[in-house]
């Protein structure tokens, strides 16, 4: 992406990695750009960063890699029971 | 021939987690809930030969495990399971409480409402992340939610970091749709 404007495809995909802080500043000056004259992608940035809100907020309860081994061993070992 | 075929060795990554989330909110208890994510599985196994295709593997996980839940809850209610929590009660060596009050929640407490949406949300969210197609779930949650860096997720999926990010953003536009239809507009 070496030019200055970017189409609508580029600017989501930008809008998406900004979310994940993971744009530079060429890249969020390109972004700024072309929010400045497509209101689809503005609107669709809204939408995006309400969704980032929404999983931020989420307290994501998740097992751990070592619950999950446990779990994993009791299987193994049933099929081999089963065997 | 099943429609759907099971497949367990896959069931820990692909399930477990969502089978955790859902059991914790209904039971309270994290260890208790392993156990019944456990059992399902186990029971899962044994019944396997019962599968018959109709449904998903995770709809019919779904099944079993809301059989354990209950039964759970038959456990703990009947007399003899009563003894049992009163006796864990008095094992914390704080014997002069009173061990019902203290486990009611206070229901005036504004979080709890809250607590039992983020509930509710998480849940939609993750019926919407298992509808994914599975490689787009893979790297979604590795990306969002277990924060791995985008190097490590390029390398075990052996794609290049603009691929990735188009399938973050496809996952992404796929779950802001389907979670509009499930819970809410995102607008």
């Known amino acids: 992406m070496g030019r200055v404007f970017i189409n609508c495809n580029d600017a989501e995909v930008l809008s998406t990695r900004e979310q994940y802080n993971d744009l530079n500043s060429k890249e969020r000056f390109k972004l700024k750009m072309h929010h400045s004259h497509c209101w689809r992608c503005r609107s669709f940035n809204k939408k995006n960063c309400k969704f980032t809100r929404t999983l931020n907020g989420l307290n994501w309860i998740k097992l751990t890699a070592a619950e999950k081994a446990k779990i994993r061993s009791r299987i193994k070992d049933a099929i081999e029971r089963k065997l | ?187």
């Open chain 2, 1 to 187: 021939m099943p429609e759907v075929e099971l497949d367990p060795k896959k069931w820990v990554d692909r399930y477990s987690d969502y089978l955790f989330n859902y059991t914790i909110t209904r039971v309270n208890d994290a260890v208790m809930a392993q156990d019944l994510v456990a059992e399902t599985f186990l029971a899962g196994l044994k019944s396997a030969h019962r599968f018959k295709g109709k449904s998903t593997e995770r709809t019919w996980l779904v099944s079993i495990l809301k059989r354990k839940i209950i039964d759970y809850y038959r456990k703990i209610n009947s007399n003899k399971g009563k003894a049992e929590v009163r006796m864990s009660y008095l094992d914390n060596n704080d014997e002069t409480g009173d061990w019902l009050e203290e486990r009611v929640k206070d229901l005036r407490n504004p979080t709890v409402e809250d607590d039992i949406e983020q509930k509710e949300l998480g849940e939609a969210l993750q019926e919407c992340i298992a509808a994914l197609p599975e490689r787009y779930a893979i790297i979604f949650v590795q990306k969002t939610i277990d924060r791995m860096d985008t190097e490590t997720i390029c390398k075990e999926h052996d794609i290049t970091a603009s691929n990735l990010w188009v399938i973050i953003h496809r996952a992404r536009v796929q779950l802001m749709e389907c979670l509009n239809k499930k819970w809410y507009k995102i607008d």
